[in-house]
């Protein structure tokens, strides 16, 4: 019963993760703030291990870890003299100090810390899957409910401003949603390798089609693929799942690429 329960709950951790990032990473991908996943899952990293030193639960502190971010990275992308890119990086490498601050200091063994790093789906937990499954829903409902005003926001901020759209707001729930869904992923894929799963699905999308519904559809179904090949080579191979899943989310933006009706490879030798 416990091995069952073990490959249901990989199965369907892969499967979450695969759909939670891919959407939140189409949005992050559009708008042209891919460098928001590197951030956030280094915040998450450093929220986890704090949690260890203190001996907190580890998601807890890498979801406040990543609100605080959150909180932090909004107001100051708002001011028109800060390029987003520039706050990002800011707080990346406030982040990644932290991370190298905190792995010293964790007490014994660093393999606990270090596991938020790699990440390992086989080792998810009923809870872990629980909050997984939230995270999942509240991303799908977020985009459904918000899916016009997020497609003006792409478009163009000032445009959504001039149009009654609070969106301001609304980019700061796309912060802190980034923020959660990388954070519940953390542990499946780890903190440095959940980036690919945020950017390559999404971005393996957009080769394909312009349309932005299609686009989360797509982008769903890359995200997923990615983390049940993933999951398939981790088994065969017996390792951790986070570097095949990201692995695999790069092949399938591979053969995107090929075969983008956007002057892909193949397009490209039928037109001549």
Same mark, same amino acid.
């Given at each position: 019963?416990?091995?069952?329960?073990?490959?249901?709950?990989?199965?369907?951790?892969?499967?979450?993760?695969?759909?939670?990032?891919?959407?939140?990473?189409?949005?992050?991908?559009?708008?042209?703030?891919?460098?928001?996943?590197?951030?956030?899952?280094?915040?998450?990293?450093?929220?986890?291990?704090?949690?260890?030193?203190?001996?907190?639960?580890?998601?807890?502190?890498?979801?406040?870890?990543?609100?605080?971010?959150?909180?932090?990275?909004?107001?100051?992308?708002?001011?028109?003299?800060?390029?987003?890119?520039?706050?990002?990086?800011?707080?990346?490498?406030?982040?990644?100090?932290?991370?190298?601050?905190?792995?010293?200091? @964790?007490? /014994?063994?660093? %393999?606990?810390? =270090?596991?938020? *790093?790699?990440?390992?789906? &086989?080792? !998810?937990?009923?809870?872990?899957?629980f909050i997984l499954c939230a995270v999942t829903i509240v991303t799908i409902g977020f985009v459904i409910a918000f899916f016009k005003e997020i497609q003006i926001l792409i478009f163009n901020r000032i445009l959504?401003?001039?149009?009654?759209?609070?969106?301001?707001?609304?980019?700061?729930?796309?912060?802190?949603?980034?923020?959660?869904?990388?954070?519940?992923?953390?542990?499946?894929?780890?903190?440095?390798?959940?980036?690919?799963?945020?950017?390559?699905?999404?971005?393996?999308?957009?080769?394909?089609?312009?349309?932005?519904?299609?686009?989360?559809?797509?982008?769903? @179904?890359? /995200?997923?693929? %990615?983390?049940? =090949?993933?999951? *398939?080579?981790?088994?065969? &191979?017996? !390792?951790?799942?986070?570097?095949?899943?990201?692995?695999?989310?790069?092949?399938?933006?591979?053969?995107?690429?090929?075969?983008?009706?956007?002057?892909?490879?193949?397009?490209?030798?039928?037109?001549?």
């Amino acid at each position: 019963m416990e091995i069952y329960n073990f490959m249901i709950y990989s199965w369907a951790g892969a499967l979450l993760v695969g759909i939670a990032c891919s959407l939140i990473g189409v949005i992050v991908v559009t708008m042209g703030i891919s460098f928001l996943g590197v951030c956030m899952s280094h915040a998450a990293f450093a929220g986890a291990l704090a949690g260890i030193i203190l001996g907190i639960n580890p998601v807890i502190c890498a979801f406040i870890f990543c609100f605080i971010v959150a909180g932090i990275l909004g107001p100051i992308s708002d001011r028109g003299d800060i390029k987003p890119d520039t706050s990002l990086g800011i707080i990346f490498s406030s982040s990644l100090g932290l991370s190298f601050l905190f792995l010293p200091l @964790i007490p /014994g063994s660093k %393999s606990e810390g =270090l596991r938020f *790093l790699w990440g390992n789906i &086989l080792t !998810i937990s009923n809870s872990d899957l629980f909050i997984l499954c939230a995270v999942t829903i509240v991303t799908i409902g977020f985009v459904i409910a918000f899916f016009k005003e997020i497609q003006i926001l792409i478009f163009n901020r000032i445009l959504a401003v001039a149009s009654g759209i609070p969106a301001r707001a609304i980019y700061y729930l796309i912060l802190f949603l980034c923020g959660a869904t990388i954070t519940a992923s953390i542990k499946a894929v780890g903190g440095l390798l959940v980036f690919a799963l945020i950017v390559n699905p999404a971005a393996a999308a957009y080769q394909l089609t312009y349309d932005l519904k299609k686009m989360f559809l797509i982008s769903s @179904i890359f /995200g997923m693929a %990615s983390g049940c =090949l993933g999951l *398939l080579v981790s088994f065969w &191979l017996n !390792i951790p799942a986070g570097a095949p899943i990201a692995l695999c989310s790069v092949i399938i933006f591979t053969i995107a690429t090929i075969f983008s009706p956007k002057k892909g490879t193949v397009y490209e030798m039928r037109k001549a």
